[in-house]
């Protein structure tokens, strides 16, 4: 009797242990099971890390290109200008200042404004000429007297003090005025030259460039 119960109790015992060892080798396999899969999901979440990242270098590096070839362009750009600038200016201004100041030239051109204001008119023309200061004593009275008698004209001189050189002509109502200053000329000459001195300088403009 006592044989079998301790019999019994091996049995019991044995299979308690095979079973436990069956519970352990299931847990240690899920075990495995998941720390392969957490494994594998972290590599692909590293991978897709590395793969943005990559993109985003990328995309960085292609911006930064871009800005930097857009810079150096309207760089160049402004370059070219200031250099046609500075060499249209150097040439215009300089001739454009003493012609307008010679008194000789400014008679000339006023004399054939108003030889040529209303051809076909008999009636003597009414204008008012707007001068430099530094004008008004040696052609007001050659205006108010030669050309008035001459030209058939009347003529009422002003001054202006922030008129440089040239002149500005109208009628005497003052109902509109045209400007021959020294800076209409100017910019006149620039505008016309200023396409030229690029070309000459750096070749014909791409792509429209003005």
Known sequence: MESKLQELTQKLYNEGVEKANEEA???????KK?????KSDAQKEADEIVSNAKKE????????KSEVEMAATQTLREVKKQVSELITSKVIKEPTKQAMNDQEFIKKIIETIIKNWDPQSKEPVNLSVTLPQNMQKELEEYFEKKVAKELNAGIKVDVSER?????????????YKISFTEEDF????????????????FGQNEKGEQ
């Open 57 to 64: 270098s990328e995309d960085l590096k292609k911006n930064a």
């Open 34 to 38: 998941e720390a392969e899969k957490i």
């Open 186 to 201: 100017e910019n006149f000459f620039k505008g016309y030259f200023r396409k030229k001195t690029k070309d000459m300088l």
């Open 163 to 175: 008129m440089k050189g040239g002149f500005s002509i109208g009628p005497a109502d003052g109902s």
């Open 25 to 31: 080798n299931k847990i240690l396999e899920d075990a």
